[in-house]
Antibody, heavy 117, light 111 residues
Framework: EVQLVQSGAEVKKPGESLRISCYGS????????VNWLRQKPGTGLEWMGY????????KYSPSFQGHVTFSVDKSITTAYLQWSSLKVSDSAMYYC??????????WGQGALVNVSS | QSALTQPASVSGSPGQSITISCTGT?????????VSWYQHHPDKAPKLLIY???NRPSGVSNRFSGSKSANTASLTISGLQAEDEADYFC???????????FGGGTKLTVL
């Protein structure tokens, strides 16, 4: 069974750094992109970009380029989403999800990030 | 504001059928066949119900069906059951900007 398990909720202050994780199991981790998506309260999902675990190639949506960083550790089949300096506007639910082709298929349960002074 | 437009809520009684629409543009829904639908129960991971407009992954009930006309995709749930009560959202590959765009989600209430 394919499973993506995300790290827990985080409470941070503006300017702090953060890394959240997404652990994949039940499939060949190298064969599927890991996408990251953001959802703010009352709004739809936004695709942030993806990382290809096999070679760590990344593609960022223009709206997120330069503000977040994707990485993977293939040895523990885990993908990461990282911020070096959080803003209040980064407060949202973040999802990881795999894509095997032109569709996003398996999702994590989401990780809530709350940035407040 | 979401890239794709869905009704905020729909409702139906057990056994009935409902349809949820997802309206985009000629750059996304109208541009390709890579339209998907997902079911999302609170505090759980979203689940893929429909891909490529009308295909069901293995294990998804045939009570769920999808279609598309021009810039609007639709999800139909027939024979409504209590466990169908959830949020449903659509997505589409896009030819401009982000690779995927999403609807704002529709809350289904089973009366």
């Amino acid at each position: 069974e394919v499973q993506l398990v995300q790290s827990g909720a985080e409470v941070k202050k503006p300017g702090e750094s953060l890394r959240i994780s997404c652990y994949g199991s039940g499939y060949n981790f190298n064969n599927f992109w890991v996408n990251w998506l953001r959802q703010k309260p009352g709004t739809g999902l936004e695709w942030m970009g993806y990382i290809n675990p096999s070679d760590s190639y990344t593609k960022y949506s223009p709206s997120f380029q330069g503000h977040v960083t994707f990485s993977v550790d293939k040895s523990i089949t885990t993908a990461y989403l990282q911020w070096s300096s959080l803003k209040v506007s980064d407060s949202a639910m973040y999802y990881c999800a795999t894509s095997s082709g032109a569709e996003i298929d398996y999702w994590g349960q989401g990780a809530l990030v709350n940035v407040s002074s | 504001q979401s890239a794709l437009t869905q009704p905020a809520s729909v409702s139906g009684s057990p056994g009935q059928s409902i349809t949820i629409s997802c309206t985009g543009t000629s750059s996304d829904v109208g541009h390709n066949s890579h339209v998907s639908w997902y079911q999302h129960h609170p505090d759980k991971a979203p689940k893929l119900l429909i891909y490529e407009v009308s295909n069901r992954p293995s294990g998804v009930s045939n009570r769920f069906s999808g279609s598309k006309s021009a810039n609007t995709a639709s999800l139909t749930i027939s024979g409504l059951q209590a466990e169908d009560e959830a949020d449903y959202f659509c997505s589409s590959r896009s030819s401009s900007g982000p690779l995927w765009v999403f609807g704002g989600g529709t809350k289904l209430t089973v009366l």
